[in-house]
């Protein structure tokens, strides 16, 4: 049984940075892609960043590229976001999620298994 349980949320002001970690367990995530979406009161979930676990390729939606980097400690069976030069508009939940495939996708249906969510607030 995969279990990804997130970290690293909480309150930070405009400006600022977070970390968030992803543990992974439950077998082995060669060949799996991993990624980030967060979800805003009222709004769609929305996919933020991908990396593939065996080669390290990413992508991040335009929404964050320059300020989230998306990474992996194999060693660890841990992703990371981080996340630099927060906005008030980055408040949201943000959840971890892995596919069975290499290739990764941006629709939150393309993913077999979620996290719990850990929340992110932003204050201006």
């Known amino acids: 049984q995969v279990l990804l349980v997130e970290s690293g949320g909480g309150l930070v002001q405009a400006g600022g940075s977070l970390r968030l970690s992803c543990a992974a367990s439950?077998?082995?995530?060669?060949?799996?892609?991993m990624a980030w979406f967060r979800q805003a009161p009222g709004k769609e979930r929305e996919f933020l960043a991908a990396?593939?676990?065996?080669?390290?390729?990413?992508f991040y939606a335009d929404s964050v590229k320059g300020r989230f980097t998306i990474s992996r400690d194999n060693a660890k069976n841990t992703v990371y976001l981080q996340m630099n030069s927060l906005k008030p508009e980055d408040t949201a939940v943000y959840y971890c999620?892995?596919?069975?495939?290499?290739?990764?996708?941006?629709?939150?249906?393309?993913?077999?298994?979620w996290g719990q969510g850990t929340q992110v607030t932003v204050s201006s």
């Open positions: 990396i593939s676990w065996s080669a390290g390729d990413t």
């Open positions: 439950g077998r082995t995530f060669s060949g799996y892609t």
């Open positions: 999620a892995g596919r069975n495939r290499v290739v990764y996708s941006l629709r939150r249906t393309d993913y077999d298994y």
